[in-house]
């Protein structure tokens, strides 16, 4: 399994990015992704994650502002950041698992592969 995360970059606060994440070698038709951030000297935070059935979950300091979206003929998850603050600059980390355990969607320890990381900063 492979996951490739991009998009990332510099941007004023206020502004917006989307996120990217291209997963091959993945051939479970029910499965679970998600987004996680880790700024310098923090643990890495669940921000968003999708489930094939469509539900999804965010943490409280980004919802109403960030979108996590699946393109599921391109293999693709997507995060679209909009009004982003300076905190929320962080290496920003895609994930996938098949099989979730309740409750710990935004757990980095539900998930079994993971991306390498794009750089978001917010200035």
């Known amino acids: 399994v492979q996951l490739v995360e991009s998009g990332g970059g510099s941007v004023e606060a206020g502004g917006s990015l989307r996120l990217s994440c291209v997963v091959s070698?993945?051939?479970?038709?029910?499965?679970?992704m998600a987004w996680f951030r880790q700024a310098p000297g923090n643990e890495r935070e669940g921000v968003a994650a999708?489930?094939?059935?469509?539900?999804?979950w965010y943490a409280g300091s980004v919802q109403g502002r960030f979108t996590i979206s699946h393109d599921n003929g391109l293999m693709t998850l997507y995060l679209q950041m909009d009004n982003l603050k300076p905190e929320d600059t962080a290496v920003y980390f895609c994930a996938a698992t098949e099989s979730q355990v309740y409750g710990q969607h935004l757990s980095s320890k539900m998930y079994k592969y993971w991306g390498q990381g794009t750089q978001v900063t917010v200035s």
């Open positions: 999708f489930s094939t059935a469509g539900l999804t």
């Open positions: 070698r993945f051939s479970f038709s029910v499965y679970y």
